[in-house]
């Protein structure tokens, strides 16, 4: 009995590789928009796709950005400024990508109120924006949508506002998803774990948590007290320095989705992600609060 399913489980997971290992074909054709490539995974995957032969389409937020990504590319590679939390600046970027894509195929990929405005405003908004711009040329490209949640987006363990953007972001993909199925359109969503970009920087974020913490009200303050908070930055930073430095792992991912035949519709991108916070996502929700806040500092006037 148990052969026969270890048998059928070894089946499903050879039939899933040989599926998943199909190409789209004509890749050279193919044209990718990718958001946020002066750092981190958009840099990388921009590079990446240039060596697969893609044809590039890479927004950067600075010219500084765009001018060094185009020394490290082939002439393939082709950039353009976007701010996503701007509408004229979205406007003109997918001015600029009609204007080079024609009809032909592209796919995109694509954090106080202030901060939570700030955070939604770039990951949740700018997201939903940019692919509203660009989704009639998708639809008549029957192209792909690939967004860049969180496995934060699956579980919700750290800053709020981060969090609820990137549970915004897979509730948009999903909801896209099903809307522009019947076209031929496929939205994937990438999660990646914790890595190393600028991102997670531990001094920025340090100077970011002792900036929030300053201009805090002075009665949340004595509530938590100075100790908890010095406990939570050696915490956060002790978490920060456990990051992957293998952006591949997630750059990979996100060429699979690309240029798969048959991409996945999730992609839980790094170790962390798939042995600790997916298994920690079924988990019942008082075990899952218990296993995350073992290791929080107490506050002070905690009953
Ligand atoms: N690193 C991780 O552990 C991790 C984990 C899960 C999910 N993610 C997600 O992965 C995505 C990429 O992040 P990353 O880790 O690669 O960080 P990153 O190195 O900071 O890259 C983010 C990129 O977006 C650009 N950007 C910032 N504000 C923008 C705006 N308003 N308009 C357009 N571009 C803007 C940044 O430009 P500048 O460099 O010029 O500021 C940078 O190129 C994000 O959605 C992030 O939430 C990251």
Known sequence: MWLYVACLIGLYYLFRWYRERQVVSNLRDKYVFITGCDSGFGNLLAKQLDLRGLRVLAACLTEK????LRRETSDRVETVILDVTKTESITAA????????????????????????????????????????????????????????????????????????????????????????PFGVKVCVVEPGYFKTNLTNVQKLQECSENSWNKGPVEVKESYGQEFFEKLLIRNKNSLQKCSTNLHLVTDCMEHALTSHYPRYRYSAGWDAQFFFIPLSYLPTVLSDYVWSANNPKPAHAV
């Open 65 to 68: 950005g765009a001018e060094q």
């Open 94 to 181: 997918a001015q600029w990508v009609k204007e080079r894509v024609g009809n032909k195929d592209v796919c995109t990929e694509l954090m106080t109120k202030e901060n939570l405005m700030k955070t939604m405003n770039i990951n949740l908004f700018g997201v939903i924006e940019v692919t509203m711009s660009m989704l009639q040329m998708v639809k008549r490209a029957r192209g792909r949508i690939v967004n860049v949640s969180s496995i934060m987006g699956r579980v919700a363990f750290c800053s709020v506002a981060y969090c609820c953007s990137k549970h915004g972001v897979e509730a948009f993909s999903d909801c896209l998803r099903l809307d522009v199925q």
